[in-house]
């Protein structure tokens, strides 16, 4: 009798062993820094920098790709402008909020460490690209109005590192070229040369680097009942 209770704990213990090796599928997570934006208003990138913030959620489909589905909201402010363009000492403020999906390439087999494959690490450096839509706008009072939509092309880079069981850091640089060149909300700074819609090189851009805490969960299954992924 206390021979097969023996054989019985060992059993119970190899599978428990066995389950816990193998990788975890999905994961949500958080992330907040910073944001900006660059357009008529800014022409270059960390200038009036702003809040950034989001949620995401991603699906491993295998060490090196996966997918990933975000919302995401910033802040975005400049200086007013007068119709021949003199820079004015007001600001103009303006909110966003994004929703993209984006696939990614990791650099490295990125997963928990494993005996059966040393190639695997916990941590890469990955890119990402992908397509969103987003809402915007504000009135004369810079209240946010969220009157236009616009769709926009998400790429970047990022890297993450699993540094616990299920619990992992990411931080991403994302930029977001906008199908469109009203960001500002202002007539002065709206399309201010006609060019939307036919140059895309005329497009407004915002941009954010954020760092966030990632939670894994649901397991993948063993390819056999013998065998580690």
Known sequence: MKRYIVILAFLCSALSIMAQGQPYLCEIGIQGGCGYYVGDAAPHIFMNPREAYGVHFRYKFTKRWAIQAKVSGQRITGN????????????????????????????????????????????????????????????AENKPTFNHAMAYIPFGVGFKWKFYDCVGLNIAWQHNIYMADNLESRETLDNKYQMNGWNWMNCDLTGMITAGIVFEFGRAKAPCRICNW
């Open 80 to 139: 007013d402008f007068t119709l021949d363009g003199q820079k004015l000492d007001t600001k103009w403020q303006n909110q966003l909020i994004n929703a993209d999906v984006m696939a990614e390439f990791n650099f490295f087999r990125f997963g928990e460490a494993n005996k059966y494959d040393k190639r695997i690490k916990p941590y890469t450096p990955y890119i990402f690209i992908g397509v969103g839509a987003g809402v915007y706008g504000a009135n």
